[in-house]
């Protein structure tokens, strides 16, 4: 935001004689109703400006990108071998802004305006825009990122008793699908393990206490909180609003193809974390494409994430 004098108008018998005020004078009570009504690149800017006016915005939210039926954004990362990240709005405006985070990690899942993220070793969650972050126990002989498909899902906001989180992936040797459980407060992971499902992941969702893991064969395996139990399901299309089901859907090839004309960007071998748009009648899902070749997973690739752009914080002393 520049800072550069506001000049006023005063009732004077010279016509040009004016006053100047900084932007830092602003009446101090003005300041937080500002900031509440501003976008979220706005809100950063105008967080930047002092520290007066960061302490000042420390409730804000910048709720209003969150809208019902608004396209994710999508930030590229893990270029360069540094924290320089590409972030593209939903009207296909870029930034280039500086994540010191994202340096080396790999995101698990995208909901809500939380990533899910794994770098060096630890898990957490973590708001790319106010960069609160909520740091998770790591599974006990968790499979490398390099030569492992992982996809996870989120019950609820990290900052939620009951939040649970399920991540499913496969070993570089069997067909065997591994899923790794945490619930809000607890300090381990609990194991669960599917044989032989040799078809790769692509949708991920939460809906009413069961996690769905989607392929691109209509075939879904579910994982339920209550009874920690898997199962296989086949999806199955309604035809009519007055069918039950759940409610989600899959992202159109015409709105996929939209998305990413949209980014504008040269993405090549780009893996990329999907997530759940929410919508008024049936959130939509967007798949993970993961390009990373296994032989190559000590290289550092480009990687992209889908999300909607929120601005959460949290308090210090917040812990999983």
């Given amino acids: 935001m520049d800072s550069s004098p506001v000049v006023h108008s005063q009732r004077s018998s010279t016509r040009d004689q004016v006053t100047t005020r900084e932007w830092n004078d602003l009446p101090s009570e003005l300041l ?32 209003i ?38 340096d080396g990690a790999t995101c698990l ?7 899910l993220v794994y770098r060096e070793g630890l898990i957490f969650f973590f708001c790319p825009f106010s960069r609160a972050r909520i740091d998770l126990p790591v599974p006990t002989k968790f499979p490398p990122m390099g030569i492992s498909d992982h996809v996870a899902v989120f019950s609820t906001p990290p900052t939620s008793q009951d939040c649970v989180v399920c ?58 909180i209550k009874d920690r139990s898997i199962s296989l399901g086949k999806v199955r299309y309604v035809k009519s609003s007055n069918e039950r089901c759940i409610p989600l859907r899959f992202i ?7 998305m990413k004309k949209r980014l504008d960007l040269e993405l090549g071998d780009v893996s990329t974390c999907g997530t759940t748009v929410s919508c008024l009648n049936a959130d939509k899902m967007v798949p993970y494409e993961n390009r990373a070749n ?6 550092r690739r480009s990687k992209g994430v889908w999300f909607q752009p929120r601005f959460h914080q949290i308090d210090k002393m917040l812990s999983w």
């Fill in 32 to 63: 937080p109703s500002i900031a509440d009504r501003l976008g979220i690149i706005e809100l950063l800017r105008f967080r930047g400006v002092c520290k007066d006016w960061n302490f000042a915005s420390s409730t804000a939210s910048a709720e």
């Fill in 65 to 102: 990108e969150a809208l019902p039926n608004r396209d994710p954004w999508f930030l590229l990362y893990g270029e360069n071998n540094n924290s320089q990240c590409t972030l593209v709005t939903e009207s296909g405006k870029q930034y280039i802004i500086t994540i010191p985070e994202m």
């Fill in 109 to 115: 899942a995208s909901s809500q305006g939380w990533l």
């Fill in 167 to 224: 991540i499913i992936c496969r070993t570089n040797k069997t067909d065997d699908l591994e899923l790794y459980v945490i619930h809000r407060g607890a300090t381990s992971w609990t194991k669960h393990k599917l044989n032989s499902f040799p078809n790769k992941i692509e949708c991920a969702a939460y809906h009413n206490g069961v996690f769905y893991y989607f392929d691109n064969t209509d075939l879904m395996v579910c994982f339920s």
């Fill in 252 to 258: 159109s090839n015409v709105e996929k193809e939209d």
């Fill in 294 to 299: 296994a032989k190559g997973g000590g290289t």
